[in-house]
């Protein structure tokens, strides 16, 4: 009989539950019944790894991921421009101005509305209908100018990695994967405390940089975690990487008696595959860490390598999140083009040349102002090096 490692209770019909490896927010797929109870999964999904989830909002918008839920791709809020207008991001592609759309011209004779949709529109005119009963709707809508526009501004925003919360969470994605992998469970009284935010977490789950040996080819973007445990050093602990991007070591025990243990797992949350990844780590415990950070120049050095590899690692997800929205695009052009041809069509035949033609000619003419806009933003990251709407604060 299975038990919660979390609270001891019988996991059975009506306890037990789905725990995810990584949590659903992120991406995760891998998942186990018998590590947590309903009540236990229930209480961390809301707290840490609903804080963990908000850490990476960023990624998950950027990279348009499918969550296996009707939830939403996050919008991304507290964006702003090099000028400091403010932006919100939408299915992580799509910048909305969070200034409110009307305004008044000098004099306060005349509005001047700026809606995002066409929705938007009709409810603000509607309004001013309620205000001014002379107005004529139908004059305004038909006036009104329809454009598109793509953003040319770098947006900026912030990242929070390794809040206390955050990390909690990453100390149980490392202890799900232990115990899922046929850990000890008798090895889990060090790190449960540490999940249970009973005990500080700063010494037991720390960030950590993108060790070399973690390959990374091509536009693979995935969660990675690797337990290792060796009974004669008496240390079990886990590398964790997260969207290929940010790494943290967990220290799961420094009594470790049980077998020589060693098992990872990678997972692309892009094209949802499992992929096979292990490193080699030299990482020696919770106690060396400890000493390394009250040296002054120690913590300097491997404080500078983990920025130095998160940025590294930002910028490569970036030209991936980048390749993905420009596929996105021409296909969401592609559809918007057949679409209209066979509205146009009203169910007349057409010969298949003669509709390809007519598809191709739409699909050139509206998708040529999104073109125009990646060409750009690729001559501008390649001039600077960096790309747009990177976040550049990193908390
Ligand atoms: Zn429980």
Known sequence: MMICYNCNTRLEPGTLSEEHIFPQAIGGRLTSLTLLCKKCNEHYGATIDANLAKSFEFFVAMLMLDRERSEKIPVIKNLVTDSGEKYSL?????????????TVAEGGKSYHISARNEKEFETIIR??????????????????????????????????????????????????????????????????????????NEQHAHLYYIIDSLELSGKEVFHFVQVNGDPT???????????????????????????????????????????????????EGRLSYVSMVNDANMARELNSKIINSIQSHLNRIMAVAEHLQYTKGVQDYAQAAITKVLQNLNGKDVSVKDFSQQVMDIFMKDAAPFFEHFLKKRKYIQRNDATEEIPSNLD
């Open 90 to 102: 939408r299915d992580g592609r799509f910048p909305e101005s969070v200034e409110p759309p009307v």
């Open 127 to 200: 309004q001013f209908k309620d205000r001014f009963p002379e107005i004529d709707l139908e004059d305004v809508r038909s006036k009104a100018v329809r454009s598109k526009s793509y953003m040319d501004k770098a947006l900026h925003g912030s990242l929070t990695l390794g809040g206390e919360q955050g990390l909690r969470a990453v100390a149980k994605i490392a202890l799900n994967f232990y115990l899922h992998s046929g850990g000890d469970r008798t090895a889990v009284g060090e790190i449960l405390p540490v999940i249970k935010g009973e005990i500080s």
């Open 233 to 283: 050093t008496g240390l079990l602990y886990a590398y964790v990487v997260l969207f290929s991007s940010i790494g943290y070591m967990v220290t799961l025990s420094e009594n470790y008696r049980s077998e020589k243990f060693e098992k990872s797992f990678a997972y692309d949350v892009v094209t949802l595959t499992k992929l096979e990844k292990k490193v080699i780590t030299n990482y």
